[in-house]
């Protein structure tokens, strides 16, 4: 059996974040997230100089929507931006097995090891205090 994404009708769709005290960058997932909006995202990260900050991501709210094609190119272009400026650990936090699945391939095309998955935010925030 399949799970259906339905994100809340109240929240707007996108992707935002910011910088906590701590230095992590705190991002938001909301309504249907595709494959252009995690790369405008990766964008607006860069702009705001924070790639080689922790990020922790907040997806339990969304509806993700990408294909294997797309999980597969997202992690190509995060290569290949690691090959040019460091990047932050980033721990996402999944609400639903479709999102968590789709994280986790993710997770399997990336290289890096410093990317993981969990269910709630109070693991993903442990992983995160625990890096070197």
């Known amino acids: ?5 339905q994100p809340s009708q109240e929240s707007a769709p996108g992707i935002h974040f910011a910088v906590d005290a701590l230095g ?3 991002t938001t997932f909301e309504g249907t997230v595709g494959y252009d909006q995690l790369v405008l995202h990766l964008q607006a990260r860069e702009r705001a100089g924070v790639l080689a900050q922790p990020q922790l ?3 339990r709210e969304a509806c993700i929507v990408l294909s294997t094609a797309d999980v597969q190119a997202f992690a190509e272009l995060t290569r290949g931006l ?3 400026t460091p ?5 996402v936090v999944a609400g639903g097995d479709l999102g ?3 994280a986790r391939m993710y997770g399997g095309f990336d290289d ?4 993981a998955v969990f ?3 109070a693991e993903a925030e442990a992983w995160i205090a625990g890096l070197p």
């Open 112 to 115: 890096s090891e410093r990317f």
């Open 57 to 59: 991501v907040d997806a």
């Open 87 to 91: 990047l932050g650990a980033t721990a």
């Open 119 to 121: 269910r709630s935010i």
């Open 82 to 84: 690691r090959l040019r």
């Open 100 to 102: 968590y699945g789709i």
């Open 24 to 26: 992590v960058v705190r």
């Open 1 to 5: 059996m399949s799970e259906s994404c």
